[in-house]
């Protein structure tokens, strides 16, 4: 079983649409959580950031964290064809490297 | 622009040779990694640098080697090519090591493809 498992997509919905991005770990150690975008022929760049389990908010933005479920998800309300993009989850124990899931493709059709 | 600058963008060589990809961190950040990104596998982490010292090693292949000089900046060597190396290699920094978590800043990329 992989570390950090990411529903693998493409995902595409229409602009205005709520769109819910997942993902599972194994590894309980985990105590950091991130979202990374990444656009085309581009590298991959921080969106998220949450270390508690909960939710955190950032404009139309929301990450949530389960820790006892071991899942992590990224909302995005109100979604629009600039959000369209890979979308990463990464997430790390203190002190160490950060694990990526595969990303999964969005596409938001205007 | 996330500060991290990576050359060469796009390189295009045969199987067997031998390829150095170079990445300057982001002015201040001590630390450097390096990824590999492909279709089927993902961001893959290969190895992670602090202050000239190797501090974390990934998946990396023997035909792999990486180094960080006195100015920070890193070469990541890739000798005896094989078709499956094509991939994204990416260089990120951050100013901590991996003795903390914090945000890493990526740059673009270099593309590689193997023929």
């Known amino acids: 079983q992989k570390e950090v498992e990411q529903d693998p997509g493409p995902l595409s919905v229409p602009e205005g649409a709520i769109v819910s991005l997942n993902c599972t770990y194994s590894n309980s150690a985990f105590q950091y959580f991130m979202w990374y975008r990444q656009y085309s022929r581009k590298g991959p760049e921080l969106l998220m950031y949450t270390y508690s389990s909960g939710n955190k908010e950032d404009g139309r933005f929301t990450a949530q964290v389960d820790k006892s479920s071991k899942y992590i998800s990224l909302f995005i309300r109100d979604s629009q064809p600039s959000d369209s993009a890979t979308y990463l989850c990464?997430?790390?124990?203190?002190?160490?490297?950060?694990?990526f899931g595969k990303g999964i493709t969005l596409s938001v059709r205007p | 622009d996330s500060g991290v600058t990576q050359t060469p963008k796009h390189l295009i060589t045969a199987t067997g040779q031998r390829v150095t990809l170079r990445c300057s961190p982001r002015s201040g950040d001590l630390s450097v990694y390096w990824y590999q990104q492909s279709l089927d596998q993902g961001l893959q982490f290969l190895i992670q640098?602090?202050?000239?010292?190797?501090?974390a090693k990934g998946n990396i292949l023997e035909r792999f080697s990486a180094q960080q000089f006195p100015d920070l900046h890193s070469e990541l060597n890739l000798s005896s090519l094989e078709l499956g190396d094509s991939a994204l290699y990416f260089c990120a920094s951050s100013v901590r090591d991996s003795r903390s978590t914090g945000e890493l800043f990526f740059g673009e990329g270099s593309r590689l493809t193997v023929l």
């Open positions: 990464a997430m790390s124990p203190p002190n160490s490297k950060l694990t």
């Open positions: 640098y602090y202050n000239g010292e190797e501090r």
